[in-house]
């Protein structure tokens, strides 16, 4: 269902795009915002591996210098038939990770120091378990393509409001849209744009969820960890945490409530926990 609730939000997302295209840029404002967003987005998929890993201090860890952190994911990649990710370590209190990597060639999974002291080692599999299963289910490519629709409407809302400003309303008569529509369209495309590409990614965190699960063969050790990382994130935020990256930790460093959850990278966690906890009395389905 979670993979089916992606897909009707992305053609949703292409759908609004298309609409908004013909409305206010005609053909060749659609494709030039397209092509423009496309650019940037899949430049930041090659190599925001490195970006985030640099902007974090991340450490390489080994064997040697981080053994229960490198011997669970080398066990759970092994299981799921991944290639080993690399394996790095957050100097971080505030307990959280994250996974990154355009392909599973190319993964890397890392911990913070707080997460690696808080959790026993069932809930550490179940974390990793759940950051392996966005790389096996590919969702950096799936947030890039998010992205990329939704930057080039926002581009292409930009290019008509400069349109509009410098006196293009005229060809946009001629096209038969009226002005009105297109304000509107204008105001309220690039934010449903938005809420459709949070919607996306909180789908894209209970499908982690279920799969994690279903690696591990342990719902119930994520619940706990989900639980533990929720409260203490509280008493120990994350210093070095942006909203830009916000989406790759297993669960947001930042807080939000009432209508924030709409533009929330994640699902509440109390949602998560009791998913979780169904799956475990109904049994977790294995994945490949």
Do not use: C
């Not at 960890?225 to 203490?232: R, V």
């Amino acid at each position: 269902m979670n993979r089916i609730k992606t897909l009707m939000l992305l053609a949703a997302l292409t759908a609004l795009f298309m609409w908004v295209g013909q409305l206010l840029g005609g053909q060749q404002g659609m494709v030039f915002a397209l092509v423009f967003a496309a650019l940037m987005n899949f430049g930041a998929y090659w190599f925001s591996d490195k970006i985030v890993l640099r902007m974090y201090n991340a450490q390489p860890a080994d064997e040697s210098s981080a053994p229960e952190l490198y011997s669970v994911v080398r066990n759970l990649a092994a299981k799921v038939n991944m290639p080993m990710p690399k394996v790095y370590v957050i100097p971080q209190e505030s307990p959280n990770a994250f996974a990154t990597g355009r392909n599973p060639e190319n993964a890397a999974v890392a911990a913070t120091v707080g997460l690696l002291s808080m959790l026993n080692r069932d809930e550490l599999e179940g974390v990793l378990a759940h950051e392996l299963a966005h790389v096996k289910n590919r969702d950096t490519l799936i947030s890039t393509l998010a992205a990329t629709i939704a930057g080039a409407l926002s581009h292409l809302t930009n290019m008509a409001m400069w349109g509009m400003m410098l006196g293009g309303g005229r060809s946009r008569d001629d096209r038969g849209g009226h002005p009105l529509i297109a304000l509107l369209g204008i105001i309220i495309a690039p934010m449903a744009a938005l809420l459709i590409q949070m919607a996306i990614s909180r789908s894209r965190e209970f499908l982690a969820d279920e799969s994690g699960a279903g690696f591990s063969g342990n719902p119930l050790a994520l619940a706990s960890a989900l639980k533990k990382i929720e409260a203490w994130k509280k008493q120990i935020p994350m210093t070095t945490a942006t909203p830009a990256t916000a989406h790759m930790f297993i669960i947001n460093p930042f807080s939000g409530h009432g209508m924030a959850h709409l533009f929330s990278t994640h699902p509440a966690t109390a949602e998560r926990v009791r998913r979780l906890e169904e799956l475990a009395y109904r049994g977790p389905t294995p994945r490949d």
